[in-house]
């Protein structure tokens, strides 16, 4: 297929990757189940299913199921075999029924914000349209297929096709794709909003129902070259996963205010794009999991490990989170690019409210590179006037003249290795020439952005921008000196020996997450508390991590990696010249 089905710079990550030597960030991290488990394309597909005479195809939203079809038709062909095959598409109801009840959570007009679904996937559907869908008893093979195929209740073989978060976006900004229940595509804009609120709380809702009795899971996200994996070992490697140590694969963006960090010491990168401005270190609704076999790469979601294991990864904190894993990991380039958006977060009760949320965004900006001009804006000047700004934000915006930012919000110097807190409410942005690690609560997408510096989007479009959210939100008694007391964490060391010690990072105490600091010249050792552990090595070249249960990691400048709370207890070595300086999250 040509590449026209997705629109982006960025390349499809590789059927096959050899790891990269220690010291080198790897964009295709992998966690090895051994040799055996991965078969590559459609003819070993058709293999596998081939003495089953009837096959439910299910999956994600974001497959190019007719593609599938074909390409999977001609494999089964070629092996004598005659298929029968049903779209589950034919029993979805009319486009306007299901435009009708998925309205209540669009947001209206709001370009931005929705409210996440709260139905079932089988309420896009008819039921005895479902009902009727029914094997044909003369034909050798049935074939079921698209998003919500098992509805139809047969029983046989279930297959499940993934595609990884970010390349459902680049299909949907080429046109190629659609959104649940659409007749065509749109602006990849609103389809993303859609996805977000609609199609992909459904569709993941459907494949936590699924998932214990998946029988082949297959990696879609290449057209010509399916991976697929049995559902048994699938569910050993989530367990392994859950016990051990491993790294999500991270993706990247560019942005407006971009810079040149991430593609600097990222080369595996494509380095024709203009910048990065994220990197989606840990952004689990985004990021999937690399599976990998014989050096083949089959990806799925990480909500697969949450439904699979949510228990071992969280510990104490699946009480509280569930499924939902709770922490977040990216990077923010602006070396030699621009400050981000003055922005703020939404407090708890309005994330719920309004977006349906369970926890709200809460933040913190650890630097981890940055240049001798880096500052970071935080909180309001001591003299604010609430009335004021909020007029100044609004002339700016009508007017689409510069606003004397600096007036209203309060600058602090940034440094490598500052911590700044920002809990929900907070006013903040990150100023040009840092590389900020965001360590955070898991939601992402709800920033209310008040003075985005006249800039346009990458599309030449204006930034919307949110004032009115932003006002419900604030906190204007988060100013001047209360800003440095509170809201730039002091480290403490809290345990040393001769060549090692832990510093404490003190959280807010709006957030349900806590911070330290390991730094180690030869080697240190970790219990995880009953908690899951999220890691960066923020200091020196590369680190060996070994599990109690004898699993040996790599782990290079940069890379972010998370060790479950059933793991209990881990060391972790320096393979560098110079001291190791791990950042550590943890739950309270």
């Known amino acids: 297929m040509p590449n026209s089905f997705r629109k982006t710079s960025q390349q499809l990550a590789p059927a096959q990757h050899a790891p990269l030597p220690a010291g080198q960030y790897d964009i295709y991290p992998g966690f090895d189940i051994g040799s055996g488990k991965i078969d590559a394309g459609y003819d070993a597909l058709a293999q596998k299913l081939a003495n089953h005479a009837i096959i439910i195809l299910d999956g994600f939203g974001g497959i190019l199921w007719e593609d599938i079809r074909n390409k999977l038709g001609a494999a089964f062909a070629a092996l004598n075999k005659t298929v029968v095959w049903h779209n589950i598409a034919a029993a979805l109801k009319p486009e306007a029924e299901i435009d009708a009840l998925i309205a209540p959570f669009l947001g209206g007009d709001d370009p931005i914000f929705g409210t996440r679904f709260t139905g079932a996937l089988a309420e896009f559907f008819i039921g005895d349209a479902l009902s009727a869908i029914n094997p044909d008893i003369a034909a050798e093979i049935n074939i079921v297929y698209g998003c919500g195929a098992a509805l139809c209740g047969w029983h046989g073989v279930l297959v499940y096709l993934d595609a990884p978060k ?60 399916p991976l697929c994996i049995a559902g048994d070992d699938l569910r050993g490697a989530l367990t392994a996963m859950s016990q051990n140590v491993f790294r999500v694969r991270p993706w990247f963006e560019p942005g407006p205010w971009g810079g040149q960090w991430i593609k600097r010491h990222m080369p595996q990168l494509p380095q024709d794009a203009p910048n990065y401005a994220w990197s989606f270190e840990l952004i689990v609704p985004e990021n999937g999991l690399t599976i990998t076999s014989d050096g083949w790469m089959l990806e799925v979601s990480f909500d697969c490990l949450m439904f699979h294991a949510h228990k071992a990864v969280l510990g104490k904190g699946a009480a509280r989170f569930g499924t939902e894993f709770p922490i977040r990991f990216d990077f923010l380039d602006t070396f030699n690019g621009g400050n981000l958006s003055v922005q703020c977060h939404p407090r708890p009760a309005y994330a719920k409210a309004h977006f349906g949320e369970n926890f709200t965004q809460d933040e913190t900006y650890y630097i981890l590179d940055c240049a001798a001009d880096a500052r970071v804006y935080l909180g309001f000047c001591e003299d604010i006037d609430p009335p004021a700004f909020r007029a100044a934000l609004e002339q700016s915006f009508h007017t689409a003249e510069a606003m004397d930012v600096e007036r209203f919000v309060h600058v602090e110097p940034a440094s490598k290795h500052d911590f700044f807190l920002i809990p929900n409410g907070t006013i903040h942005c990150s100023g040009k020439n840092s ?5 955070s609560a898991t939601p992402y997408i709800f920033t209310f952005k008040m003075y985005d510096w006249l800039r346009l989007d990458l599309d030449g479009r204006p930034r919307p921008l949110n004032i009115a959210r932003a006002f419900d939100n604030l906190y204007f008694d988060r100013k001047g000196e209360r800003i440095r007391r509170e809201f730039v964490s002091g480290p403490r060391v809290i345990a040393q020996g001769e060549d090692w010690q832990i510093e404490h990072l003190p959280t807010h105490a709006e957030h349900f997450y806590d911070v330290q600091r390991l730094t180690f010249k030869d080697a240190t050792s970790v219990t995880t508390d009953d908690s899951v552990q999220v890691m960066s090595l923020v200091e020196g070249s590369a680190v060996l991590l070994e599990t109690m249960n004898g699993m040996k990691r790599i782990f290079s400048y940069a890379e972010t990696f998370v060790v479950p709370a059933a793991a209990q207890r881990f060391t972790l070595k320096n393979l560098g010249e110079t001291p190791a300086v791990v950042v550590k999250c943890f739950l309270k």
């Open 166 to 225: 970010n390349e459902i976006q680049f299909r949907a900004r080429a046109g190629s794709i659609t959104n649940l229940g659409a007749k065509s595509a749109f602006d990849a804009k609103m389809m993303y909003k859609r996805f977000y609120f609609i199609d992909w709380p459904a569709l993941s809702a459907h494949k936590r129902a699924l998932l214990s009795r998946i029988d082949v899971m297959v990696d879609a996200q290449r057209p010509d070259e």
């Open 435 to 439: 590389l900020v690690l965001e360590i």
